[in-house]
């Protein structure tokens, strides 16, 4: 954006501070009404013919701009990937504290990935685990939706489920 002094060409088509159409005038008066009013002459249309140019107060604009540019920053959510990690021969208590765990996750809205590990001999019980997986599919799956199915990639089984709120 260009303010005051910056514009250089001749004619500009000028809206004042009220909001209303002064019309094409030369850049010479325009600026003298802008600082008339104690204001600032500033480029918004530089691509029309002839530029558009507004009277206003460029500083408080900015600032305004500034806290309306942060407060939508504010109000973003930032979706985080947490793991929990699981090993085919997990006991029942074991596995009602990571269900509870990936629950607290869910209900904040991140997304939570499970990792099957398998180790030696394990591998011949893929079974177990989709067992395990389907288990924990069906505890969660009033907070939660699969994202990912389960899916083996070497030595370790993977599945992702995500909050149910980010359909």
């Given at each position: 954006m260009r303010i005051n002094e910056q514009i250089r060409v001749p004619e500009v088509r000028v809206v004042d501070d009220e909001n209303q159409q002064v019309g094409?005038?030369?850049?010479?008066?325009?600026?003298?009404?802008a600082r008339e009013a104690g204001l600032?002459?500033?480029?918004?249309?530089?691509?029309?013919?002839?530029?558009?140019?507004?009277?206003?107060?460029?500083?408080?604009?900015?600032?305004?701009?500034?806290?309306r540019d942060h407060k939508a920053k504010q109000k973003?959510?930032?979706v985080v990937l947490k793991e929990v990690r699981l090993r085919p021969k997990i006991e029942?208590?074991?596995?009602?504290?990571?269900m509870k765990k990936a629950r607290g996750f869910l209900e904040k809205g991140s997304k939570v990935q499970f990792?099957?590990?398998?180790?030696?001999?394990?591998?011949?019980?893929?079974?177990?685990?989709?067992?395990?997986?389907?288990?924990?599919?069906?505890?969660?799956?009033?907070?939660?939706?699969?994202?990912?199915?389960?899916?083996?990639?070497?030595?370790?089984?993977?599945?992702?489920l995500s909050p149910e709120h980010l359909k």
């Open positions: 094409v005038i030369n850049v010479n008066d325009a600026l003298d009404r600032d002459l500033v480029e918004v249309a530089p691509n029309s013919s002839p530029p558009v140019c507004r009277i206003m107060d460029y500083g408080k604009w900015k600032y305004e701009q500034k806290k973003q959510h930032h029942e208590h074991d596995q009602q504290v990571k990792t099957m590990l398998f180790r030696g001999r394990e591998m011949a019980h893929l079974d177990l685990a989709m067992e395990i997986f389907n288990v924990f599919k069906e505890d969660l799956s009033d907070v939660a939706k699969v994202e990912l199915a389960p899916k083996q990639q070497g030595r370790r089984m993977t599945m992702v």
